[in-house]
């Protein structure tokens, strides 16, 4: 079945020791994103890619970074990690089209405890 | 902007029950319209989606039809088992292409 796949599905790591979280895809969609979810919220769009282009919220930190190697695969790059940036990390692709309302399907989500 | 307001939760009913989950939205021109679902330490997941006035999007006994006189989005199944507890999120994305989610609503249904 085509999928979102994120690895780990949990991370820990210290506070202000650099962390990576990696999502791949099997949809061939040409958009990736990078949600951040606290506990009991809606996520929070981080950034996205649409093919190689790099779009970034207003107020997303700039702690956080992304990169997106190829197609397939996206990173999200965390500097310095603080107790604040807790959360459950979500990636969703979507086939960007005419029409402008790309259905987006999410993986299954990092969570990422800050110690 | 853009704006969703989904039911406040959480909500709490008994196996078989009816459950509806309200959503209402504004939006600048005419947005596609999804229900998304979350299980506990899970990501989310589609459980359905309309793209145009009067369409009725359905999935696992889960329905709702988009109503453009009301601007609502309501999620309705007719009798609701255990395993559907989970926190239940309406969204919409117009030509911005940015989804736009409600507050979620979380469904507890007791055997």
């Known amino acids: 079945d085509a999928m979102v796949i994120q690895n780990p599905r949990y991370q820990v790591t210290q506070f202000g020791k650099p962390v990576t979280l990696s999502c791949s895809q099997t949809?061939?969609?040409?958009?990736m994103y990078w949600y951040q979810q606290k506990s009991s919220q809606a996520p929070k769009l981080l950034f996205h890619y649409y093919d190689k282009d790099f779009n970034n919220e207003a107020d997303t930190p700039d702690n956080f970074q992304s990169r997106r190697p190829n197609t397939s695969f996206c990173f999200l790059d965390i500097r310095s990690p603080g107790l604040g940036d807790a959360a459950m990390y979500l990636c969703?692709?979507?086939?960007?089209?005419?029409?402008?309302?790309?259905?987006?399907?999410f993986g299954p989500g990092t969570r990422l405890t800050v110690l | 902007g853009d704006s969703v307001t989904q039911m406040e939760g959480p909500v709490t009913l008994s196996e078989e029950a009816f459950l509806t989950i309200n959503c209402t939205y504004t939006?600048?021109?005419?947005?596609?319209l999804f229900w998304y679902v979350q299980y506990p330490g899970e990501g989310l997941q589609l459980l359905l989606k309309a793209t145009k006035a009067d369409d009725k999007g359905s999935n696992k006994g889960f329905e709702a039809t988009y109503r453009k006189e009301t601007t609502s989005f309501h999620l309705e199944k007719g009798s609701v088992q255990v395993s559907d507890s989970a926190v239940y999120f309406c969204a919409l994305i117009t030509l911005a292409r940015q989804l736009t989610f409600g507050s979620g609503t979380q469904l507890t249904v007791l055997p």
């Open positions: 969703a692709t979507s086939q960007r089209s005419g029409t402008g309302t790309d259905t987006q399907y």
């Open positions: 939006a600048t021109g005419y947005p596609s």
């Open positions: 949809l061939n969609h040409n958009v």
